[in-house]
């Protein structure tokens, strides 16, 4: 890893901390003029290490206890419309709960911030980690970026309000990081020094606010048919213009950081004849996996999608095109749809490409359900013997299912 | 503190004309009393509801004053977020501290079902805000509807008048009471046709040092069935009769005010609306009586209240 040294600061020493206390580390840096929050596991670390900051006078943010997950982006919502940065954090039932609040962050285009440590959606009740939660709210105009680890978790938190809040987006953020597996997972986090943080950050000025001095907007009015639609295709526009603002914002932070990132992170797949398409923290697993197939002469990589909403199709286009054949490994079911969601957004990036990869969906992880190496190792044979017997799959294979 | 009539004729209308709210509502004026009988500009956060939809209408504005809508059940949390932002922001010194109210409208689905858990959940923290019910008794956006404040016998579209049941049958929760339970600074029922004792307890919500909550009876003439021109005169008549008692709970002393209450039988309020025709009409006097059993009980329960708050009061 390379950092930016400077004469005068000394860079901090790198952390032994989870995911969630990563995430709150870079809230503290960040410091927010309100944080409002309910507790649900695997979210806990990030509201209780924030809490300790309150309490010690480290940050300036009003935080608020809330009474429930639809209160707490509630709260969000009137203290970003007010002209406060606002951000809150849940996971799948939480996330669920607040799903009507959801849609009005983003059309009302408040650019808060939550940070949703996935977990399995309800019934039956499950603690653990699955994408149920983040597909459910796949299309609801939030920016959505998936890290695979803790320093990532920090390092998109940091990024997160400079793209939400920016004029042409002004779109809520979801920072996605996966539960237990990244929340509760002690690594080694590179943080950026305090006043490094705060100036790549900024503060909050948004051009209309109901705190304004002299100010007298009306927030979240009422739409007939007359202008509903027009105000949804605004939406789409931020959403399209969110694309390279992202792109811009991952490189700036990467001179700061030395840590570059990217909306797709590719591995191994320049001479890639097979190759895995991952979300999330499963791209160690997954990349382990390649490396013993890699090993047995398979010439297989990995395309992991960072940037989910929206999604790249370019990026992922190009990082596809040459591959003959293509497993996508989805952690949700959509079900009753003709694919899950994953698969479905590939299907759609990659019809146009002069020779399409044959692709195949696994459904994997459920529930917290383990993924080992030699799952991922079953994915990539069986995506091996689709590419020699030419054929697609028509229904997803179930990894690690009993 | 006082309020002076001179002073609230000079005040620059903050509330617009040309709203959608029907001819003879009591919700624009009962926002009207609020809005010139606060000391400080406000920053208003509206539950969804008739007052909203008929004020917000996108590209118009009725509110001259910041206003801000979310959704139905969440506007006690979204004055919280407001109120953060501003502590917030001062604390950084992004902005200079200047006096400002923090006001939320909300009707009775709103305030007594919906939003009840949001609304204790605001209280319960402390926020400094005023929380302004304007409780017409039903759901009248959606149209009408019966709410847990609807009263008892009266007719609405889900609880209609039949051969077998005689409108709604449960009696209202007692919300101001459950509200006053919060233990906050501030607590009232107002009626909009005394805007003088309206206005009074609204410049006490003001003053509280923490959340306060006033509880407006807005009789809706659509829902209610009555005539256009009559909304002072039944809004009168809830009072009188005692269906609609005027009070306060003022750092936990009860105080009865307004004066002239419980000086009429239920049935004269009753009998200006037709919505309890169907009670009042057809020789069964059952409900009627029930009704003022139960009022008679409540209204005993409140004087005993506001003795025992004399009494301590004088001791002390």
Known sequence: MTTKQKASITLPAPLAINGGEAVAYAMRQIDPEVVAAYPITPQTFIIERFSEYVADGLVSTEYINVESEHAALSACVGACAAGGRAQTATSGPGLALMFEIVWVASGMRLPLVMHLCSRALSAPLNILCDHSDAMAMRESSWIMMFGSNPQEAYDQAIVAPTVAEHPDVLLPFANVLDGFTVTHSVERVDVLPDEDAKSFVGEYEPERWALQPGGGATFGGLDANDFYFEHKRQQVEAMDNSLEVVRRQLDKYAELSGRKMSLVEEYLLDDAEVALVVLGSSEGMVRAAIDQARADGIKVGMLRVRLFRPFPVADVRKALSGVAAVGVLDRAIAFGAPANALMQDIVMATRTLPERPLLMDFVYGLGGRNTPKQMFREAIDHVVLAKEQGAEPESPAYLGLR | ?316
């Open chain 2, 1 to 316: 503190m006082t309020l002076k009539l001179r002073e609230l004729t000079e005040k620059t209308e903050q509330f617009g004309s040309g709203h959608a709210l029907c001819a003879g509502c009591a919700e624009p004026v009962a926002v009207r009393q609020v809005l010139a009988a606060l000391v400080n500009p406000p920053v208003v956060a509206l539950a969804t509801g008739c007052l909203e939809v008929a004020t917000t209408r996108f590209p118009d504005t009725t509110w001259k004053v910041p206003v801000i809508h979310s959704a139905f059940e969440n506007a006690a949390t979204t004055i919280s977020g407001v109120e953060a932002a501003y502590k917030a922001l001062v604390r950084k010194g992004r902005m200079e501290p200047r006096p400002l109210t923090f006001l939320v409208f909300g009707g009775d689905g709103a305030t007594y079902d919906i939003g009840f858990q949001w609304l204790s959940g605001a209280l319960e923290r402390g926020h400094k805000f005023i929380y302004v019910c304007l409780n017409n008794e039903g759901y009248m956006n959606t149209g009408i509807q019966r709410s847990s404040a609807t009263l008892l016998g009266a007719w609405t579209t889900t609880t209609p008048a039949g051969d077998v049941r005689p409108g709604k049958l449960q009696w209202h929760k007692d919300m101001t009471r459950i509200i006053a339970a919060h233990n906050i600074p501030y607590v009232a029922q107002a009626a909009v046709h005394n805007w003088k004792d309206l206005m009074t307890k609204v410049r006490k919500a003001e003053a509280a040092d923490g959340p306060a909550f006033i509880n407006v009876i807005t009789p809706c003439d659509r829902g209610w069935r009555f005539d256009t021109d009559k909304t002072m005169e039944v809004s009168r008549l809830m009072v009188e009769s005692g269906l609609w008692p005027l009070y306060e709970v003022e750092n936990g002393v009860w105080r009865m005010t307004g004066g002239g209450q419980k000086r009429r039988p239920v049935i004269d309020a009753l009998k200006s609306q037709k919505r309890f025709s169907h009670i009042t009409t057809n020789g069964d006097e059952s409900v009627v009586a029930e009704i003022q059993r139960r009022v008679d009980a409540e209204w005993e329960s409140l004087q005993q209240l506001c003795e025992m708050s004399a009494r301590a009061e004088s001791e002390s």
